[in-house]
C-alpha cells in the first residue's frame, strides 16, 4: 500500500489527507500548527507537529521512506520552496509541490519538484465550465488537446449504441468507461447501448468538446 506524507494542514493539504485517508491509504499530516494537526489526529494514520524548515527534522520523520510527499505549504512561499528542496535532497523518490503562481510553479520544477499543481488555478478552470455546461461534470487537462473528462450523457444518445452515437466524431471523445449507478462498465463494447442518467468517462479533444459546453 502506497504510503503518503502531507506538509502543510491549509484548506487544500487538509482536504488531501482526509481523502487519501478515506480511500484506505496510510497517511502522515504534518503541520507546525498544533490545532491544524489535532483536526486531523482522528483521520489520519499520523499527525505530527513539526518544524520541517530544518533538515533534521525531515530526516527524523523518515519523509524519503513514503512513496509520495505533498508539499502543501500554501502562503510561505520561501518555505515552499525550501522544503521542496531539501525533500529532493534527502532522497524522497516522488515531490508534489503546490504553486502559487506560474513564476512558483517553474522555479519548483527547477528544483526538481516532480510533479506542480495549481489547486486555485485549476478549480477555478473547473467551475467556470460548470457553469457554463449542460454535461460536463469534471474535466482535467492532459494536454494543450486533450483532457480527460466525466459527463452525464446527452439526452440525444439516450437509447443509442455506442456505435452509433457518434461520441467520437461529433464530440472527439474516446469512451473508456460508462458509470452506471454504482456499476462500472470497462472498455464498453460498441454494441454497448446508452441510458439515461449514464456519466460516461472518456478522453476527448478540447476543441470537439466545446460542443458540450453550450447552455440549454
Do not use: C
Amino acid at each position: 500500500m502506497k504510503q503518503f506524507a502531507v506538509i502543510g494542514l491549509g484548506r487544500f493539504g487538509s482536504s488531501l489527507a482526509r481523502t487519501l485517508a478515506g480511500m484506505g491509504y496510510e497517511v502522515l499530516a504534518i503541520d507546525s500548527d498544533e490545532n491544524k494537526v489535532e483536526e486531523l489526529a482522528d483521520t489520519v494514520t499520523h499527525a505530527v507537529q513539526a518544524n520541517v524548515l530544518e533538515e533534521a527534522v525531515i530526516r527524523s520523520l523518515g519523509l524519503r521512506n513514503f512513496d509520495v510527499v505533498v508539499v502543501a505549504i500554501g502562503q510561505d512561499i520561501q518555505s515552499n520552496i525550501l522544503v521542496t528542496l531539501m525533500l529532493k535532497e534527502t532522497g524522497v523518490r516522488k515531490v508534489v509541490a503546490k504553486a502559487s503562481s506560474h513564476l512558483h510553479g517553474r522555479v519548483l520544477e527547477k528544483i526538481g519538484a516532480d510533479i506542480v499543481v495549481f489547486p486555485e488555478r485549476d478549480m477555478g478552470e473547473r467551475v467556470a465550465r460548470w457553469l457554463v455546461s449542460r454535461n460536463i461534470i469534471d474535466q482535467i487537462n492532459l494536454s494543450p488537446d486533450y483532457s480527460l473528462v466525466e459527463l452525464t450523457a446527452p439526452d440525444e444518445l439516450a437509447g443509442l449504441t455506442l456505435a452509433d452515437s457518434d461520441l467520437r466524431s461529433k464530440y472527439g471523445i474516446t469512451l473508456l468507461a460508462i458509470r452506471r449507478g454504482d456499476d462500472f462498465i470497462i472498455s464498453p463494447e460498441s454494441g454497448q447501448r446508452i441510458e439515461g442518467g449514464d456519466i460516461l468517462i472518456g478522453i476527448g479533444r478540447n476543441e470537439k468538446m466545446k460542443a458540450l459546453e453550450t447552455e440549454e
